[in-house]
Nanobody, 126 residues
Framework: QVQLVESGGGLVQAGGSLSLSCAASGRTDGNYAMGWFRQAPGRDREFVASVSWSGDRQRYADSVKGRFTISRGNVKNTVLLHMNNLKSEDTAVYYC???????????????????WGQGTQVTVSS
């Protein structure tokens, strides 16, 4: 079993920046992508970004492209999300995920991801 733990969430003013991190533990062997989903109040969870196992390929939702940057940490069972120019609509619970390798990088459906973290709250105030 794989456990994912997110950290770095909090309250930030619109236009500000925030960085999230996620560490996986347990059976993390193999070549797998990692990424982030988010769920805003009253809305379904949506794909945010993902990065390949090697870190050389990234995918982003249109809503965050150019503002967010996803990367692998120095340890390959970690993933980072740096968020710039935050907007009120970025307010959500952010979930770290591990991708099922049967799906292509950037697949936006929840079914493409086997493991989910507990989520960390990001609140953007105006």
């Amino acid at each position: 079993q794989v456990q994912l733990v997110e950290s770095g969430g909090g309250l930030v003013q619109a236009g500000g920046s925030l960085s999230l991190s996620c560490a996986a533990s347990g059976r993390t062997d193999g070549n797998y992508a990692m990424g982030w989903f988010r769920q805003a109040p009253g809305r379904d969870r949506e794909f945010v970004a993902s990065v390949s196992w090697s870190g050389d390929r990234q995918r982003y939702a249109d809503s965050v492209k150019g503002r967010f940057t996803i990367s692998r940490g120095n340890v390959k069972n970690t993933v980072l999300l740096h968020m710039n120019n935050l907007k009120s609509e970025d307010t959500a619970v952010y979930y770290c995920v591990v991708q099922n390798p049967r799906y292509g990088l950037g697949y936006v459906g929840e079914r493409g991801y086997d493991y989910w973290g507990q989520g960390t709250q990001v609140t953007v105030s105006s």
